[in-house]
């Protein structure tokens, strides 16, 4: 059997970490949840948030696939491919885990699994401590 990502939950936080949407999303295929929104109520909803903002988060080519929502790249900020910093760590061609990448720059552990909003916090706190060199 052939697995696939699909959408499971969907977190947003505004640039102080307030979270705007937090939501178990029901999946669109077999799994038993619950306390779930369709996904087509989280994807319009998260459409909506979105629209007209900047997107800050890692890896958001994968997020938003799973979504099936599009953002303007010139509106979208992804700590994966920030060039300085897989430069700093060494790695200009490879995409570096959130989790490597909050240790190296803020000093702060995390690990994969940790809860979505902290993971949208902690990719907005990349973004916040090195703006201006991404502006």
Known sequence: MRS???????????RKGQILMDTLVKPTAPVVSYHAISFATAQATAAKLLEGNILVGHELWKDLSVLGVSHPAV?????????PFRAALGTPNAVVGLP?????FM???MTMGTDSAEMSRAAMDLFRSHQKEWE
Do not use: E, G, Q, S
């Not at 696939?4 to 936080?13: C, E, F, G, K, S």
């Not at 509106?75 to 060039?83: I, K, Q």
């Not at 490597?100 to 190296?104: A, D, F, K, S, Y």
């Open 4 to 14: 696939m990502p699909i959408l499971a939950r969907v977190t947003i936080v505004d």
């Open 75 to 83: 509106d979208t900020r992804d700590t994966a491919v920030f060039l």
């Open 100 to 104: 490597t990448l909050i240790w190296h």
């Open 107 to 109: 000093k702060r552990k």
